[in-house]
């Protein structure tokens, strides 16, 4: 259905504030391009939202106004995480507009958005993970692909973490290798055996690839470093060539990582340590232990446990 003339209108008014918002984060907060997008694709949606009320600026909108925005984007299907990130979008927006004196309150203040079930990336069945660690070639690109697949999963980095690896965090010789992690946080993780060797293998390799004053670990045929997106691409080709059943990507990998590690130690302090989580619960969630596995853990670690299993004998 058309707006009506007077609700295009104030629309359009309510558009022409956010592109003074984004200035204003563009210049002020040194906002990030991805987020100002995100911010500006919310925020666009909301004003829309608003042209059936009509509102003719933003100091009428009301909490009543971006409850039925929120409920009406669930009910399209917009996911928990979505819809949190539009009403950081709308308290940013006002927080704006109650410093410059064009509104009284903040509608968003106090609402969250509904919950939503965490989805938690898939891992790889074992024998399709040793497959694809056994990728097979002894050309260059080959090795620097392995190299790659064998440190995602023996130290479960991410993605950017990878990437952005230069050639002076890698002791091979200790078997470690420094990270730049979220937060900037740095942190030394180890590197197993079959990592080490593959990563010896393509060092050779990459002196005669890498440009003179590259420092990354992994680098393009042109020599430079490998971009995000590229490496995603490496993964998914050499996935698809070994006809593994499923979509490879970083994460799977790494998530593959924590759940082995959890399953052969159930030790979740460690593994946050390795994975470089802040925060445990980070940890909890990333991981799905089965119950079964819980409970042996517990018969074998917990002292109580010991003397009930003690007095049953």
């Known amino acids: 259905m058309t707006p009506a003339p007077d609700a295009h209108a104030s629309t359009q008014a309510l558009r022409e504030d956010l592109r003074a918002f984004d200035d204003y984060l563009r210049v002020e907060r040194g906002a990030s391009p991805a987020t100002r997008s995100a911010y500006r694709r919310d925020l666009i949606a909301f004003a829309d939202f608003l042209a059936d009320d ?104 991410r993605l950017a973490e990878l990437a952005n690896l230069d050639i002076d965090a890698l002791d091979l010789g200790a078997g470690l290798v420094r990270v730049l992690g979220k937060g900037r946080k740095v942190r030394e993780v180890p590197v197993g055996r079959p990592a080490r060797e593959a990563l010896r ?26 971009s995000h997106r590229a490496i995603q691409e490496r993964l998914q080709r050499r996935a698809r060539q070994l006809g593994l059943p499923q979509r490879v990507h970083p994460h799977m990998l790494r998530h593959s990582f924590a759940t082995h590690m959890l399953e052969s130690s159930g030790d979740l302090r460690a593994v ?28 074998r670690a917990h002292p109580r446990a010991r003397r009930r299993n003690k007095d049953k004998d």
């Open 201 to 226: 293998a393509w060092l050779r390799e990459r002196a005669d690839c890498a440009a003179p004053d590259e420092h990354a670990v992994f680098v393009s045929r042109r020599g430079w470093r490998l």
């Open 54 to 157: 009509p509102c003719t600026c933003w100091r009428d909108v009301h909490s009543d106004h971006v409850l039925r925005f929120v409920a009406q984007r669930h009910r399209r299907g917009i996911g928990g995480r979505s819809l949190a990130r539009a009403l950081a979008a709308i308290r940013a927006l006002y927080a704006w507009l109650l410093r410059e004196g064009r509104a009284d309150l903040d509608p968003a203040a106090g609402l969250r958005a509904p919950r939503e079930q965490r989805q938690l990336p898939r891992t790889l069945q074992v024998e399709d993970l040793e497959q694809l660690l056994q990728l097979p070639g002894d050309d260059p690109l080959s090795r620097r692909d392995r190299a790659m697949l064998e440190l995602f999963y023996s130290s479960g980095l």
């Open 272 to 299: 946050q340590e390795l994975l470089g989580h802040a925060n445990i619960a980070t940890t909890q969630v990333y991981t799905h232990l089965d119950f079964s596995h819980l409970a042996d853990v517990y018969e």
